[in-house]
T-cell receptor
């Protein structure tokens, strides 16, 4: 089993749709959680950190479920510009502190 | 301010050759990371520097890969006797002081081994 798993998609949704991605992780000692966005042939850019209490930034909401070991990302009112690959990343503690383990990414295409 | 920069942006080499990839982190960031990303995959951790020392090099695939950060700023990833399977995008990231903090990525170096 991979340490971090994502549904690779692709997800094809119309503008204005709501779309949700999940990401599961296997290491129960994981401490920090992130969602990155990556455009084609570009570097990953931080979209959101994910906190235990959940957090929201405009149309984006991230949640963490430690009991079930998954994080989620919800995008409301999708825009064409949201088309990208969304990567979840998990940082374990202890000797792995600082090391991010990424999922393979979920491809989102928003169409008119 | 300036972000993470990497040079070269593209590198084509022949199997068996030696390559060096350079990373300039964000000024003042003490933590520096190298990742490798293959097509259709997420970035894969290689090594993490805290200052001049490698805090975690558990992701280096074998002894052909080596990285240095002699003055705690610029880092060089060195690959000896390159193989076709080394072809990937090599990403560098930096963070202000280490674990738990946002890692900012550079644009990457696309390495192609023929």
């Amino acid at each position: 089993r991979k340490e971090v798993e994502q549904d690779p998609g692709p997800f094809n949704v119309p503008e204005g749709a709501t779309v949700a991605f999940n990401c599961t992780y296997s290491n129960s000692a994981s401490q920090s959680f992130f969602w990155y966005r990556q455009d084609c042939r570009k570097e990953p850019k931080l979209l959101m950190s994910v906190y235990s209490s959940g957090n929201e930034d405009g149309r984006f909401t991230a949640q963490l479920n430690r009991a079930s070991q998954y994080i989620s990302l919800l995008i409301r009112d999708s825009k064409l510009s949201d088309s990208a690959t969304y990567l979840c990343a998990v940082e374990a503690g202890g000797t792995s502190y600082g090391k991010l383990t990424f999922g393979q990414g979920t491809i989102l295409t928003v169409h008119p | 301010g300036a972000g993470v920069s990497q040079t070269p942006s593209n590198k084509v080499t022949e199997k068996g050759k030696y390559v060096e990839l350079r990373c300039d982190p964000i000024s003042g960031h003490t933590a520096l990371y190298w990742y490798r990303q293959s097509l259709g995959q997420g970035p894969e951790f290689l090594i993490y520097f805290q200052g001049t020392g490698a805090a975690d090099d558990s992701g280096l695939p074998n002894d052909r890969f080596f990285a240095v950060r002699p003055e705690g700023s610029v880092s060089t990833l060195k690959i000896q006797r390159t193989e076709r399977g080394d072809s990937a995008v090599y990403l560098c990231a930096s963070s202000r002081s280490g674990g738990g903090e946002t890692q900012y990525f550079g644009p990457g170096t696309r390495l192609l081994v023929l």
